[in-house]
């Protein structure tokens, strides 16, 4: 992070508990990020919060380390058993980045963060549940089906949290949030922590049902879109949209960029004519194998693998350091994942650019999206020696998807107590 994008309020200035302040020691963030600033201190002093903050600006770090205080410091009544804390999220990739964070700021603590998600995992993840799981981190469908077989109880629960609550509306999730917020105990018995990019009327009527009087935290930028991305947009023909996306591919070198498309087809397209044409490209979809994506976005990550052709479901809450660029091959036909798909790169201080090409199919988009920017995005004119004649596509090949894995069968509750204070080695 640049220190242009830090605060004055330093992690050792907030009294964190040993163990977690020895994590952040041996990383290089001393001072915290806007969001971290105005919500740690309310959460540490045990006060519900509804934090709205963009993407990259270090939500996660705030709701966790708030969550991991509360249990290091305070007593279990003798004879009850976890888990202590809930922290859903939308998507299993959000769920993953989540409980990397987790492992990492909590690595002292000895507590036991456990992720839970569809798609793969099933008796692994129940195992780790019946061992003394402390923290679940997860999306609500694969928590709910073990919550139903008994495999935990949610009657201990402490500290709950939401991450992008908008998007558990968008994702049709809020009725399984509600169902697993009721088997919790009651508002005033918990502390509740809400973060999202946007704080709407629907998630704030969802704050107020099963929050204790929240603390309402905005960080607010000039717009609502990150304000180090250089934004562009190419107005072109939809059969001239591969010859443009190579075109800009020719101009700009993509070490490490993500192409935004609206359907699983239209990305094996994309990846098809990328690869024909020379470029090393990889789809990460809903129906990709979760195995595969992992595998994917750690390549991704470290910049082996240079273009990622996503569906929106890489458009939320993966914090993939240093991406270059971000082109919308299709124009999202909803305007807050306009928002969401640029949001992937100029994170946490940095700059990025972002490309967007407007078809004849998906321009019906661009008033919604341009007035929920409040800005007109710079267009710029396609040129002849802007379009490159394609190579015939080399398509990828679709492994069969994995969804819906073995069914377990109904097995003892959590019987681990909460790990004691380590002592920071």
């Given at each position: ?221 000039e717009y609502v879109t990150a304000e180090n991305v250089t934004q562009k947009l190419f107005h072109v023909p939809k059969e001239d949209k591969i010859k443009l996306l190579l075109g800009l591919f020719r101009q700009h070198t993509p070490e ?125 004119v396609v040129t002849d020696d802007m379009l490159v004649d394609p190579k015939p596509p080399k398509m990828p090949k679709r492994p069969p998807s994995n969804r819906g894995g073995p069914k377990g069968k109904p097995g003892a509750g959590n ?11």
């Open positions: 992070m640049e220190n242009d994008h830090m605060t004055d309020v330093t992690f050792k200035s907030l009294a964190l508990t040993p163990s977690l302040q020895d994590s952040i020691d041996e990383t290089s963030f001393t001072h915290c990020t806007p969001i971290q600033a105005a919500t740690l201190p309310l959460a540490l002093q045990g006060r519900d919060v509804a934090g709205q903050a963009q993407t990259g600006t270090g939500k996660s770090a705030a709701f966790l380390l708030a969550t991991m205080h509360y249990l290091m410091e305070t007593p279990v009544e003798e004879g009850k058993r976890g888990p202590w804390s809930m922290i859903l999220a939308p998507t299993r990739e959000l769920a993953l980045q989540i409980h990397k964070d987790a492992e990492q700021l909590g690595r002292f603590t000895g507590l036991k963060c456990v992720a839970v998600y569809g798609g793969t995992g099933y008796e692994s993840q129940r195992k780790a549940l019946e061992n003394e799981a402390d923290i679940i981190i997860g999306t609500p469908g694969r928590i709910i089906d073990f919550y139903k077989q008994k495999v935990f109880s949610l009657k201990n629960i402490e500290v709950v949290v939401l991450d992008e609550a908008d998007r558990m509306f968008d994702l049709g999730f809020i009725d399984d949030i509600r169902y697993l917020l009721r088997k919790m105990p009651p508002p005033d018995k918990r502390i509740n922590m809400l973060y999202s990019a946007t704080l709407s009327h629907r998630v704030m009527e969802l704050a107020y049902e099963h929050m204790n009087d929240p603390e309402i935290v905005r960080i607010e930028s490490r960029t993500i192409v935004f498309v609206n359907t699983k087809r239209a990305a094996d397209q994309v990846v098809g004519y990328l690869r024909g044409n020379d470029y090393d490209a990889e789809v990460i979809s809903g129906d990709i194998p979760q195995t595969k994506r992992e595998k994917l976005l750690k390549r991704f990550q470290t910049g082996e693998l240079p273009i990622l052709v996503a569906t929106d479901v890489a458009a939320r809450g993966l914090h993939i350091p240093a991406v270059s660029h971000v082109i919308n091959f299709d124009l999202p036909q909803e305007a807050e994942d306009y928002v969401h798909r640029i949001g992937r790169t100029a994170r946490a201080g940095a700059s990025g650019d972002a490309m967007s090409l407007a078809c004849d199919q998906y321009v019906y988009s661009l008033p919604d999206i341009e007035k929920y920017i409040d800005q007109k995005i710079p267009s710029e019987r681990g107590p909460r790990r004691s204070q380590a002592s920071g080695s």
